[in-house]
């Protein structure tokens, strides 16, 4: 537990009572010393992402992002990634568009503070138009939300100097909000649905990119993140254990409707980089080693083969290639070719 954050809660607590779970969540992760003000992702952190995963993801982001240019003849093409963390695939994309005018946004100021001192990032707090494709890369999962259990909210408050759940009648605030869904938890993503209300009012024409662990139909359970290991106790150590729940794609998108942005088919991962072409990259690669090997370069060839087991885990069903990427758009806007293509592949696997 970081002390510091700890006693920022405890005095949120005291001065107004027991906390929805999305406050306890935003002072954790995103208050002064909270957890997302260094991110700890990496090898050497709690968790890994994609782009920490190979480079060549954010190459794939890239070739995603092509077809979305040319639909809106974008020139220069402007690009905001919301939850831009340590900025590595900023570093990625700009690598693969070095002409893209890219924006990366954070809450953190020491988020901020490391994003500043990436060549070809401008930094910013909040989304802020204009803007043509809005990319949220396993964002969605980690913004605050508010947490139903067996009819009641659960809200967070002290018993001597730990944290505790408080269940406590539902708010007509959090009922209308809820509407009809039951469940035995449910999971409310006030976050991830006012991110979508503010990239929708920045948005005057242009796509959104949301990828992240979730599905069509649900999201949860809630469980935290440290050291490459599941925490179920997120409330014990605030500001150290990262907290998370999947994304509940199909609220995300038929509220991102409501707001003028028409939602195309949500996708698994494995399935849109194939579609962009992992596999040739793949046998790219392999030719690669084979050259250095015949070349005497063998420290070389097993970086390569190293780097290339390594890629293979973003389109692996068991690991990332299980996430989900869901393309919104305004109505005037049409599917990318890559899209069409996973469609297509996945009816012929369906008949």
Do not use: C, K
């Not at 100021?109 to 909040?126: C, K, N, P």
């Not at 469980?223 to 998370?244: C, F, K, M, N």
């Amino acid at each position: 537990m970081r002390t510091d954050v700890a006693d920022a809660i405890r005095t949120v607590i005291r001065r107004d009572g027991p906390i929805t779970f999305a406050t306890f969540m935003e002072l954790a992760l995103y208050g002064p010393d909270g957890y997302y003000d260094a991110p700890p992702i990496g090898s050497d952190g709690d968790f890994v992402t994609s782009p920490h995963v190979h480079p060549a993801f954010g190459m794939f982001v890239a070739r995603a992002l092509e077809p979305l240019r040319h639909a809106l003849r974008a020139e220069p093409f402007r690009v905001t990634e919301v939850g831009a963390g340590d900025g590595t695939l900023a570093r990625q994309i700009i690598a693969a568009m070095p002409d893209v005018s890219y924006t990366g946004v954070e809450v953190s100021a020491g988020a901020r503070t490391a994003l500043s001192d990436i060549d070809g990032v401008r930094v910013a707090a909040a989304v802020d138009p204009p803007v043509d494709v809005v990319i949220a890369n396993e964002l969605l999962d980690n913004l605050p939300f508010r947490l139903i259990r067996d009819g009641q909210e659960i809200r967070i408050d002290t018993d001597g100097d730990t944290f505790v759940e408080r269940p406590t009648p539902i708010g007509q605030d959090l009922r209308d909000l809820v509407g009809s869904r039951t469940t035995d938890e449910l999971v409310v993503a006030t976050g991830a649905l006012g991110l979508i209300e503010r990239v929708a009012a920045a948005l005057d024409r242009g796509y959104v990119l949301l990828i992240d662990y979730g599905d069509e139909g649900g999201g949860g359970p809630v469980h935290g993140y440290r050291a490459h290991q599941p925490i179920e106790d997120v409330l014990s150590q605030p500001g150290v254990v990262d907290i998370t729940a999947g994304v509940d794609f199909g609220w995300i998108a038929r509220h991102a409707g409501t707001f003028g942005l028409h939602a195309f088919g949500l996708q698994q991962q494995s399935d849109v980089l194939l579609a962009l072409g992992f596999e040739e990259w793949l046998y790219h690669e392999l030719a690669t080693q084979q050259e250095q090997l015949a070349a005497g370069l063998g420290l070389e060839a097993v970086r390569t083969w190293s780097a290339r087991s390594r890629a293979s885990m973003l389109v692996d069903p068991t690991s990332l290639g299980s996430m989900r990427w869901l393309l919104l758009a305004t109505d005037d806007l049409p599917a990318p070719a890559w899209l069409n293509t996973v469609q297509e592949a996945n009816h012929r696997s369906a008949d």
